[in-house]
């Protein structure tokens, strides 16, 4: 008998442990006016960048919110040239542009492969990635024009220098 007390009271434990690990549910995935609110909010479960450069990412991350990845400064209107393939094996996953002008575009979701060309207005335009209780692998490389400057963590210098 005691012996099946202990055992009824180690999966209480472990069946406590393992939904307090659980990653948060991200209820503005699909709000417009959270994704135009700039400031990052989010629990990243596991990430693993394997290509993080000027214009191209390749990670897997399991993710609960919005977090910016690029920042786009046009000088004058541009255009992005993106080449994208994602695999999302659990909750929602979505790549979004956000332009200055307060227009959002998703790029990609959830599970998806493409190219796209999208317009971008000149002012600041932002690459941001949106999970909730996402499990994704994916990859985004692009290009830009020579008066586009890309930052990323810090401002670096314009995308003709840099190629």
Known sequence: MKGLIVVFVLGGILFIG????KQETFSEYDSEKRALNLQDSFDYDYKEKKRFTQNELLADVKLSGIDTVWELDCSTSDFLDINYHSENKAGEFKVILVKPNHKVETLFENTDKG???????????????IGNQS?????IKYQVGKQTKIIMNQVKDNYQAQN
């Open 135 to 139: 499990d994704a692998a994916f990859g």
């Open 115 to 129: 190219t796209k060309k999208k317009k971008m207005p000149a002012g600041k335009n932002y690459i941001r990635i």
């Open 18 to 21: 393992s939904s307090c690990a």
